[in-house]
């Protein structure tokens, strides 16, 4: 099967289409690949910089949509099914495998390339507001980053278990109307931010970091929360606590993989608390760039130049 290959940490450009032979695994899901998301994690690890650090050479891509050919007894699944699924790695492949609570049956409503743009992003914003943020009835959220693959989820997801109002911030005011697109009830841009939107937040989050964090922190009202997902901006901000003491407020950390991965079961069951929404259309992945999986490395340069909306994607 033809599939991508990083063996060499010399960034997007060093990675390769290669021939290698596809995967067995009679206790896993067989899956014929038809999209794979493209998410920063692969951006980090074409350097060694992500905190999984697979030998070389290995096969990127950590979420996929696509046809069930084989599944073991007992998962639900059976050959001809619909999926998206979480390999965590080897997704930039025509095949793939992955663990039975891993891959999920899809809507007929839902495409091939939005069920690989689901799972990563809605599942880390879910978390994020939901288990992490305790988001309420009628909380503002503010979200950094509100045009891209986990700011445009973590709008809907807001919207769709109860948010009041969700702000999104952003660089342009073509991004803005991408926010608006996806469910912001509006948007104001990252120059200025924090006297746009003046202390009326009850949750930020941020999968950006940077030099915005300080003005975030002042956005919130008290017992607010900032939720840290992320540092796209490649600075980790650092925080006065006093600022938490005076004020009430919390900066929560959000490591989605870290908390779900050791909890078998874990991630199923956040596919099913999104899984009415998503089928209802609350929940729709805001399309990006697609790139055949030749391009794959066009694709994840995309990601760094930070030109990308909405989530980017390889088709096969």
């Known amino acids: 099967m033809r599939a991508i290959h990083i063996s060499r940490l010399d960034g997007p450009e060093a ?7 596809a995967p067995v695994d009679d206790s896993k899901v067989l899956i014929d690949v038809k999209a794979a998301g493209v998410a920063f994690p692969e951006l980090l690890q074409t350097r060694g910089l992500y905190q999984v650090k697979p030998p070389l050479p290995f096969i990127p891509g950590a979420e996929v949509a696509g046809v069930v050919v084989s599944a073991p007894e007992g ?9 998206c699924a979480l390999p965590l790695i080897g997704g930039f492949a025509e095949r793939v495998v992955a663990q039975p ?24 914003s879910y978390f994020a507001l939901i288990e992490r943020g305790h988001l309420a009835e009628g909380d503002t959220v503010l979200v950094h980053g509100a045009a891209g693959g986990i ?6 997801v807001a919207k769709a278990f109860g948010a ?44 950006v970091g940077g030099d915005r964090f300080t003005d975030s922190l002042r956005t919130l009202r008290e017992h607010g929360r900032l939720l840290v997902i992320g540092f796209t901006a490649g600075q980790i901000p650092t925080v006065a606590v006093n600022r938490l003491l005076l004020n009430n407020i919390s900066v929560t950390g959000v490591g989605w993989g870290a ?34 999986l030749a391009r794959a490395a066009e694709a994840v340069q995309c990601l760094e130049s930070r030109s990308a909306t909405g989530k980017v994607v390889l088709t096969l």
């Open 15 to 21: 990675m390769e289409v290669v021939d290698v032979p």
């Open 75 to 83: 998962s639900g699944l059976v050959t001809g099914d619909k999926v």
């Open 101 to 124: 609570d891993m891959a999920f049956k899809l809507p007929d409503s839902v495409s091939f390339e939005q069920g690989a743009a689901f799972m990563f992003n809605y599942g880390t």
């Open 151 to 156: 700011g445009t989820s973590a709008i809907q």
């Open 164 to 207: 009041g109002r969700v702000i999104g911030v952003v660089s342009t005011d073509e991004k803005g109307a991408i926010a608006l697109e996806a469910g912001a009830d509006e948007y104001v841009l990252a120059d200025g931010f924090k006297d746009a939107v003046g202390k009326n937040v009850d949750i930020v989050v941020d999968p």
């Open 259 to 292: 908390f779900c991965l050791p909890r078998p079961g874990h991630i199923a069951g956040e596919w099913a608390a999104m899984l009415p929404h998503l089928a209802g259309g609350a929940l729709r992945p805001v399309p990006g760039p697609a790139f055949p």
